[in-house]
């Protein structure tokens, strides 16, 4: 069976966890196992550094699952989350996202950077926005729960 989607990219603070915490948002850690078991390239773009990134999803027990974890370097220096998603599509081997590989977000910023790399723009209702302004800035579904990501397979 093919995988449900080409590739999966994931925010992390307010979209895997609880905003401003490392706890994980309720069903996200089911959501992960699940696209992991089913072989989908899973990649977290974060404004945060990449070493705090890795230790929080390693303590959600999921870091395993991700090819890719890309964010703030050990520069400190943030480019935007534009230039952090091309890293994490780069880091998954992807030059071209393929039609409907979503990237989930809870913030107008992630919408904006998904958009701008071909990727699905889906909000989260559970992080930092509320669900009309994820809409306003472009979100084309906003999840209520991480389940509803599987109505929108392509296949
Ligand atoms: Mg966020």
Request: charged letters at 15%.
């Amino acid at each position: 069976m093919a995988p449900p989607f080409p590739a999966v990219v994931f925010d992390l603070d307010g979209t895997l966890t609880v905003p401003g915490t490392t706890r994980p948002a309720p069903g996200v850690i089911a959501l992960v196992e699940a696209l992991h078991a089913r072989d989908v390239p899973l990649a977290v773009a974060t404004s945060a550094s990449v070493g705090p990134a890795r230790r929080v999803l390693a303590g959600l027990g999921v870091l395993a699952c991700f090819t890719e974890v890309a964010g703030r370097g050990t520069d400190g220096v943030y480019a935007g989350k534009d230039a952090v998603v091309g890293e994490a599509l780069l880091g998954l081997g992807i030059t071209t996202a393929g039609p409907g590989t979503p990237m989930l977000g809870d913030s107008p910023a992630d919408l904006d950077a998904a958009a701008a790399h071909g990727l699905v723009p889906v909000g989260v209702a559970w992080g930092a926005s509320r669900a009309d302004a994820l809409r306003a800035a472009g979100a084309c579904a906003v999840l209520g729960h991480p389940d509803e990501l599987w109505s929108l397979r392509a296949s």
